[in-house]
């Protein structure tokens, strides 16, 4: 089997993204410069940005440049009330090899949660159209029915604030916590309504 060409992975993703309720934004303000290859999608819960980079150099070279430009996206034309404003995915990928002595800094960049979450992958995690849905799944709604037995759900979250306020976590914030949850809202935005 060949491996998947970066053509091949930026129209599965842009057709995952599209498929999982997503609007391309095809045009960008001026002030947002971002790298060649760069797409931006976004739902009315966030906003995401891939870029399919030729090489693992590349990708390790520029990934920060992609993220400033989703910052400056966000930023500048997301109000800070909007769900979304919380909410930026930066999605790298690759169709080249990951060498072994460049595992350390691919866990590194995964892992940088600062400014937007990324997720990563490389030609070993990209061999198929399938895989390249399999990453985007994060960004993707839960289909199929959710199975609940009986009022167990709710009575696990119901016990939650007690149990944290033992642990010395307010019990006021635990129970605005779950109900932002529940209602899908922004948890962040609700702590700072809950400070202010």
């Known amino acids: 089997m060949n491996p998947l060409t970066s053509t091949e992975i930026a129209a599965a993703a842009s ?8 609007k391309a934004i095809s045009k960008l303000p001026e002030e947002v410069a971002p790298p060649s ?3 931006f ?7 995401v940005e891939f870029i399919v980079f030729e090489t693992w150099e590349a990708l390790r070279e520029n990934w920060s440049d992609a993220q400033a430009s989703l910052v400056e ?12 404003a919380w909410e930026g995915y930066l999605v790298l990928f690759t169709p080249a090899a990951l060498p072994t002595k460049a595992r350390a800094d691919a ?20 061999r198929t159209i399938t895989d390249v849905e399999r990453t985007l799944l994060p960004l993707l709604p839960l289909t199929g029915p959710i199975e609940r037995h009986g009022n167990q759900e709710d009575r ?6 007690k149990i944290l306020k033992r642990r010395g976590i307010s019990g006021e914030i635990s129970r605005e916590l779950i109900d932002a949850f529940l ?14």
């Open 107 to 126: 866990e590194e960049i995964r892992y940088n949660t600062s400014r937007v979450r990324k997720l990563l992958a490389t030609g070993e995690d990209l």
């Open 15 to 22: 057709a995952v993204l599209l498929e999982g309720g997503y």
């Open 41 to 47: 999608f976004e739902d009315t819960c966030g906003v």
């Open 37 to 39: 290859g760069a797409r």
């Open 73 to 84: 996206l966000i930023s500048r034309f997301v109000q800070s009330g909007e769900a979304k």
């Open 183 to 196: 209602n899908n809202e922004p948890l962040l935005e609700r702590i700072h309504k809950i400070r202010s």
């Open 156 to 161: 696990v979250l119901d016990r939650l604030p």
